[in-house]
């Protein structure tokens, strides 16, 4: 793909096939967290990553799902779960503040996956006391997020926010979710 269209449709997905990603495809995926840019190219950032079933089954049992959505739509059923998790794991004695270069990783994990038709979603909304012990953290580890991943069993789109300004992405008809986002005029300024 083009690189505008990949950044176009890399949008988040949260049902998967249940198909197995390969260990070249993770290889590229933790590559292209390596190679993202790191304030003052501190590289504070570790990775776990988690493809038996047994230990995605952990992990996805101690994350939420789609907070603007009821859990019947917006979490998972059995046989729509992700394959894969890579935690992204942040080392606090490098630097105790890394959400950018967590963004920056994370952001280029989603492309890399992207370009091989595999989608993720990215999860805040988690156990991470018990992911950490899951994980093997240490004490100077902190769990910052995880990335779902997995090929979509479902379409996700963008449409412009309508004129009564709601941003909450939803179901269509069909059962795809829809993402509003905001248009071009409406959040950048030039100066």
């Not at 996700?156 to 069909?174: A, C, F, M, P, W």
Request: negative net charge; proline residues 4%; contains cysteine.
């Amino acid at each position: 793909m083009e690189l505008m269209d990949l950044m176009r449709t890399n949008r988040t997905y949260r049902r998967f096939k249940q198909t197995a990603v390969s260990d070249e495809i993770i290889g590229e995926i933790m590559e292209a967290a390596r190679n993202a840019s790191s304030a003052a190219n501190r590289q504070p950032l570790g990775y776990v990553v988690v493809k038996s079933p047994e230990k995605v089954a952990e992990v996805f049992a101690l994350t939420k799902w789609a907070g603007y959505l009821p859990p019947e739509q917006g979490q998972p059923k059995a046989g729509e779960e992700p394959v894969l998790f890579i935690g992204v794991v942040e080392n606090t004695d490098i630097n105790k503040n890394c959400d950018t270069d967590a963004g920056l990783a994370i952001a280029n994990m989603r492309l890399a996956a992207w370009a091989h038709g595999v989608g993720s979603c990215i999860i805040g909304a988690c156990n991470r006391q018990k992911l950490s012990e899951l994980f093997g953290l240490k004490e100077d580890q902190k769990l910052h997020t995880v990335v779902a991943f997995g090929y979509p069993s479902h379409i996700s789109r963008i449409e412009n926010v309508e004129k009564d300004g709601d941003i909450r992405y939803h179901l269509d008809e069909d059962g795809n979710y829809v993402v509003p986002k905001r248009n071009l005029e409406d959040v950048v300024t030039c100066i």
